[in-house]
């Protein structure tokens, strides 16, 4: 089955610096790659997902770029903010129906 | 609010019970999923219906257990409860059953479960 690897598991970053959240995974015929912002105590909360047949994906300070030959994607945020601070999931949709995420990067914007 | 409603949203009970936590799925949506998600982990999928019939299974443990009736909400029984099972389970749901742009996966506020 599909498994999603993703890095680093923490990131601190000083505001206004970008950050950067790296994933992998494993099946070749995954096709859909979403990612996740999860607040302490929240639900799970889309905030941009990308096809594999586009390489990149912006939505203002939040970027996706995906290789699918190295089979991995990356989120970038830039000029990040204190409300940013929360725990990003990265996801992979594989051939299976299966929607497998990566286990977390908790991202930590300090003041 | 996303639109996926859970209940209950905190559960307490004992080790070797049984409980069943409910979901409605958003208006127009046919998949619903389940995930669990442990204090050390990430989110793990259990499992997933589309319009009343399993079409994905996960790391379920054989004492769980779901079913997603005609009106489309979905139920996760959990029995022979361990101190393990405590945990935040999520329902979730989207319009189809595969990966898409226009298939966003909406998740519930999630069912608190701590047993003792």
């Known amino acids: 089955g599909e498994n999603v690897e993703q890095h680093p598991s923490t990131l601190s970053v000083q505001e206004g610096d970008s950050a950067v959240i790296k994933c992998t995974y494993s099946d070749s015929a995954s096709n859909y790659f979403p990612w996740y912002k999860q607040e302490l105590g929240k639900r799970p909360q889309l905030i941009i997902d990308i096809r594999s047949n586009v390489g990149e994906k912006k939505d203002q300070r939040i970027a996706v770029t995906l290789n699918k030959t190295a089979k991995h994607f990356s989120l970038h945020i830039t000029e990040t903010q204190p409300e940013d601070s929360a725990v990003y999931f990265c996801a992979a949709w594989g051939s299976n129906y299966k929607l497998t995420f990566g286990k977390g990067t908790l991202l930590t914007v300090n003041p | 609010d996303s639109g996926v409603t859970q209940t209950p949203k905190h559960l307490i009970t004992a080790t070797g019970q049984r409980v069943t936590l409910r979901c409605s799925p958003r208006?127009?949506?046919?998949?619903v999923y389940w995930y669990q998600q442990s204090l050390d982990q990430g989110l793990q999928f259990l499992i997933q219906y589309y319009n009343g019939e399993e079409r994905a299974k996960g790391n379920i443990l054989e004492r769980f257990s779901a079913q997603q009736f005609p009106d489309l909400h979905s139920e996760l029984n959990l029995s022979s409860l361990e101190l393990g099972d405590s945990a935040l389970y999520f329902c979730a749901s989207s319009v189809g059953a595969r990966g898409w742009s226009g298939n966003t996966i909406y998740f519930g506020e999630g069912s608190w479960l701590t047993v003792v």
């Open positions: 208006s127009g949506d046919l998949s």
